[in-house]
T-cell receptor
Framework: GGIITQTPKFLIGQEGQKLTLKCQQNFNHDTMYWYRQDSGKGLRLIYYSITENDLQKGDLSEGYDASREKKSSFSLTVTSAQKNEMAVFLC????????????FGEGSRLIVV | GEQVEQRPPHLSVREGDSAIIICTYTDSATAYFSWYKQEAGAGLQLLMSVLSNVDRKEEQGLTVLLNKKDKRLSLNLTAAHPGDSAVYFCAVTHVGDNSKLIWGLGTSLVVNP
């Protein structure tokens, strides 16, 4: 079986700071995703990537950058952290597109002070 | 675009009772339907998925029903136990835009001993 590893589990930063979350998967999956999870708002797609060096914007991409330099890794950068961005960020991967099972990491909680 | 409504947002049942969660969707072209479970502090895990040509699927105490006429998807946990306590999400995707799952807002289920 494979695993998705998100680092760090908790990311604490100051308002206005650029902060980066990392995600690694060893499933050899083509597609990777970054979701933001806010309490009571479900999951909102920030960015996804269907292959190495590909980036596709989701519904919530403003204020974020992403990078897929290798098939196994997908990073997300909050370009200027704001206090209303405190949420859990979930990374996921799938074999192909979303008609396949998504495998999720355990999440990274962003705390902005 | 597609909209998914999930209800109830919170559900509390006694051990051994059944728990039913319902999602309604708007797009008749929706082709893939799935249910995910999120335990506390963890990522989401696929429970079951069905394609649009399936009306009913049962696995290990879980029943998924798809009513295409009413555009309604349900998850029935028969004989729930405390280990089923978690947040449950439905997620659907429609033909032609497979890379974007549309998520319900989640149902927080508590199963009391």
């Amino acid at each position: 079986g494979g695993i998705i590893t998100q680092t760090p589990k908790f990311l604490i930063g100051q308002e206005g700071q650029k902060l980066t979350l990392k995600c690694q998967q060893n499933f050899n999956h083509d597609t990777m995703y970054w979701y933001r999870q806010d309490s009571g708002k479900g999951l909102r797609l920030i960015y996804y990537s269907i292959t190495e060096n590909d980036l596709q914007k989701g519904d919530l991409s403003e204020g974020y950058d992403a990078s897929r330099e290798k098939k196994s890794s997908f990073s997300l950068t909050v370009t200027s952290a704001q206090k209303n961005e405190m949420a859990v960020f979930l990374c996921a991967s799938s074999i192909g597109t979303a008609g396949n099972t998504l495998y999720f990491g355990e999440g990274s909680r962003l705390i902005v002070v | 675009g597609e909209q998914v409504e999930q209800r109830p947002p919170h559900l509390s049942v006694r051990e051994g009772d059944s728990a039913i969660i319902i999602c309604t969707y708007t797009d008749s072209a929706t082709a893939y339907f799935s249910w995910y479970k999120q335990e506390a502090g963890a990522g989401l895990q696929l429970l079951m998925s069905v394609l649009s040509n399936v009306d009913r699927k049962e696995e290990q105490g879980l029943t998924v029903l798809l009513n295409k006429k009413d555009k309604r998807l349900s998850l029935n946990l028969t004989a729930a136990h405390p280990g089923d306590s978690a947040v449950y999400f439905c997620a659907v995707t429609h033909v032609g835009d497979n890379s974007k799952l549309i998520w319900g807002l989640g149902t927080s289920l508590v199963v009391n001993p």
